[in-house]
């Protein structure tokens, strides 16, 4: 059995009295193709900011590549709260395409891509430009190196956002909505650039997203998410087609009937 590289052993986390993860166990093996789907307010997009580490857990433990992520180990082998130098290195294990492109307004197309692995891996210029030059080849924007993320439009942006997180060479990519902040002709560039990276790569990819039919073109597996738990999980066209649960269903067909 190959360990998981994310897993998530019971874990929950709370707003005041408001429980968005409620007791979540949950398992990612390396390259796996995951998608997370369910309604708003499911803790879908939470687990990608606990992974992220953009939002602190409340209880239990996640192991990211077998190493506890929000804990370490102290001198007795019992877990202590994470010090910022080990989540920083945790970090650098996962890249995080959003929602919202997030990309620097005042740097180059190019410099949005190579300024963390400079700054943070600490590589060489050149080699930081070279490896940015060939993901810009990747996803399509050779072209758009010395633009400025205004002068692109959504799509090209969120491009660049995922050739920004390829760049510091993550074992994850974390997909968090990439297309529900764009038009929707400009949906299908973005996941043209999604597809290709699940076929041609050996990534670890966790994907959050609406778009049932990609969902089921990409995924080895889909989890449906409701009131903070996973209650459901299956090959895509198992899931699609057959789900278990009622409510697995009832949400299918609000979504599919709905587009």
């Known amino acids: 059995m190959t360990e998981p590289i994310i897993k998530f052993d019971k874990v929950v ?10 007791k979540l ?14 309604p708003s307010g499911s803790g879908k997009s939470t687990v990608l900011r606990i992974l992220m580490t953009l939002e602190p857990i409340t209880d239990g433990v996640v ?9 370490e180990k102290s001198g007795d082998g019992s877990l202590k709260p994470a ?7 945790m970090r650098e294990k996962m890249g995080m395409v959003f929602q919202q492109f997030n990309l620097f307004p005042h740097m180059t197309v190019r410099r949005n891509i190579t300024e963390a692995p400079i700054q943070v891996l600490g590589i060489a210029k050149s080699e930081a430009r070279d490896r940015a030059n060939e993901l810009l080849e990747m996803v399509g924007l050779t ?33 968090d909505e ?34 049932m039919n990609f969902a089921r073109q990409i995924s080895d597996r889909v989890c449906f998410f409701d009131q903070g738990r996973m209650l459901e999980e299956a ?17 299918l067909k609000a979504v599919l009937e709905g587009n």
């Open 13 to 22: 986390k709370a707003f005041g009295s408001f429980v968005v993860l409620n």
């Open 25 to 38: 166990d949950f398992e990612v093996k390396p390259g796996e193709k995951v998608t997370i789907i369910g």
């Open 63 to 71: 192991y990211v590549d077998g190493q506890p992520l929000w804990h």
């Open 83 to 89: 010090g910022e130098p080990h989540l920083r290195k």
């Open 143 to 175: 072209e758009h190196a010395d633009k400025y993320p205004h002068q692109l439009s959504g799509g090209q942006q969120q491009r660049v956002g995922i050739a920004r997180a390829l760049a510091m060479r993550p074992k994850i990519m974390l997909f």
């Open 178 to 211: 990439p297309t529900s902040a764009l038009d929707p002709e400009l949906v299908g560039e973005v996941l043209n650039v999604i597809r290709k990276l699940a076929e041609e790569h050996d990534l670890t990819m966790l994907l959050v997203t609406h778009e």
């Open 235 to 251: 090959p895509p066209e198992e899931l699609f087609t057959n789900p278990k649960e009622q409510r697995t269903r009832e949400f």
